[in-house]
């Protein structure tokens, strides 16, 4: 069965300062990773995609790494803000033919503090 | 920015009532999805839709749940008879088609918060 764990499950960091969340998975075949943002009530939204080949994508603050041997991703947020206090959720794809079915983790809950 | 447009934002039925809840995907995306999050859980897969019809679909979607795209804009989920346990935040995503598109564009709706009483 497809799955995806993420460590840690919560986060409390001041603000300007950096962290590191990391996520583990085990999904084939494997199509791609995904790190999305989810605020509370809403939909997830796209922070970086990455494919088997790549090993690293910046989205601004965000810096998402994939070891496609070990199955481990992380995503490093710098310079933190405030406006950063959310659940990031680690996403795999596969792609059996049918689209792309994502499995999501349980998220790490960011809280970003002055 | 091109959005997933979700309606209603939240809904409220009571147990065993029929539920339709609407998206308006991205205009050029072909493949069609329902996911669902109940409150404090993760987002599970329900359904992707293609070509008019389901290409793969969850455990979760048994016969209570049927998808439909009634004209060239809408996709729909129905519940036919809804249970205190299909209490849950649904949305939709579309998403390029993957053979033809090299970014993997995947958009999720803000989704319909859907109250089971």
């Known amino acids: 069965k497809n799955q995806v764990e993420q460590s840690p499950q919560s986060l409390i960091i001041l603000e300007g300062k950096n962290c590191t969340l990391q996520c583990n998975y085990t999904v084939s075949p494997f199509s791609n990773l995904r790190w999305y943002k989810q605020d509370t009530g809403r939909g997830p939204v796209s922070l970086t995609i990455m494919t088997f080949s790549e090993n690293t994508k910046s989205n601004g603050r965000y810096t998402a790494t994939l070891d496609a041997d070990t199955k481990q991703s992380s995503l490093h947020i710098t310079a933190s803000q405030l406006s950063d206090s959310a659940s990031y959720i680690c996403v795999v794809s596969d792609f059996t033919g049918g689209g792309n079915k994502l499995t999501f983790g349980t998220g790490t809950q960011l809280k970003v503090e002055l | 920015e091109p959005e997933v447009t979700q309606t209603p934002s939240h809904q409220v039925t009571q147990m065993g009532q029929e539920v339709i809840l609407r998206c308006v995907p991205i205009s050029n995306h072909l493949y069609f999805y329902w996911y669902r999050q109940i409150l404090g859980q993760k987002v599970e897969f329900l359904v992707s839709f293609y070509n008019n019809e389901i290409s793969e679909k969850s455990e979760i979607f048994d016969d209570q749940f049927s998808v439909e795209r009634p004209d060239g804009s809408n996709f729909t989920l129905k519940i036919r008879s809804t249970k205190l346990e299909d209490s849950a935040m649904y949305f939709c995503?579309?998403?390029?088609?993957?053979?033809?598109?090299?970014?993997?564009?995947?958009?999720f709706g803000s989704g319909t918060r859907l109250t089971v009483v």
């Open positions: 995503a579309s998403s390029e088609a993957l053979r033809a598109s090299a970014n993997y564009g995947y958009t």
